[in-house]
């Protein structure tokens, strides 16, 4: 459960203002169908993030040792100081051409766009962290939802309500929180005498 939940948790906050939840409003506003777009942006996630989960908790499996847990406490580390970069979405990014459909559209914009962001290395991390990949998958893709469904409904009004600044400076210390974290545990601090 403490897999799922922080899996959730890490990636819905991650999410916010992240270029998929970008590439979901314009996707949105372009094809004007949410269910479609939505079922897209489940599909790409849940293979998207198995992947990344699977290859976390097998590099965990293959590298045991406490230099692996240092470098995966690390990893959230650096990942909360990317969070405090904004994203943008490039025009060389630009969603699959309509004349696919919207679903088709997204699940391939989706999948391709997640390819090396923060939210697909954090998937990682978790999967490297938990052992789970069941659980991390499932708690990812629901942190995906949760913040790219409310994006794909409300699209830019959403973006203009929400304090980007505070939710990167939010999503940024819980990363950085949970590798300190990581890295004392790995050191043995919480160990009891």
């Known amino acids: 459960m ?3 939940f922080t899996s959730t948790l890490m990636v819905a906050i991650a999410e916010i ?20 777009i939505i079922l897209g942006i489940l599909a790409a996630t849940i293979a998207n993030h198995f992947l990344a989960a699977l290859v976390g ?4 499996a293959f590298l045991d040792g406490a230099w692996f847990s240092y470098l ?3 990893s959230f580390i650096v990942m909360g100081l990317w969070t405090l970069i904004p994203d943008t979405l490039d025009e060389d990014e630009e969603p699959a051409p309509p004349r696919w459909g919207a679903f088709v559209a997204t699940t391939i ?32 893709t629901l942190g995906m939802m949760i913040a790219n469904v409310p994006a794909v409904f409300l699209g830019n009004e959403l973006i203009k309500r929400i304090p980007m ?9 819980l990363f950085i929180l949970i590798g300190v974290w990581m890295l004392a545990d790995t050191a043995g601090l919480f160990a009891s005498a």
């Open 165 to 173: 600044k505070v939710v990167h400076m939010i999503a940024a210390a």
């Open 57 to 60: 908790a097998q590099a965990a």
């Open 109 to 140: 914009a989706f999948f391709l766009v997640e390819m090396g962001d923060k939210t697909q290395l954090a998937t990682i991390a978790l999967g490297a962290r938990f052992h789970d990949v069941v659980a991390v998958t499932a708690g990812t």
């Open 72 to 74: 995966v406490a690390a």
């Open 17 to 36: 203002g992240d270029k998929t939840q970008l590439l979901a409003i314009v996707l949105a506003t372009r094809f004007r169908k949410p269910v479609p």
């Open 2 to 4: 403490d897999a799922l």
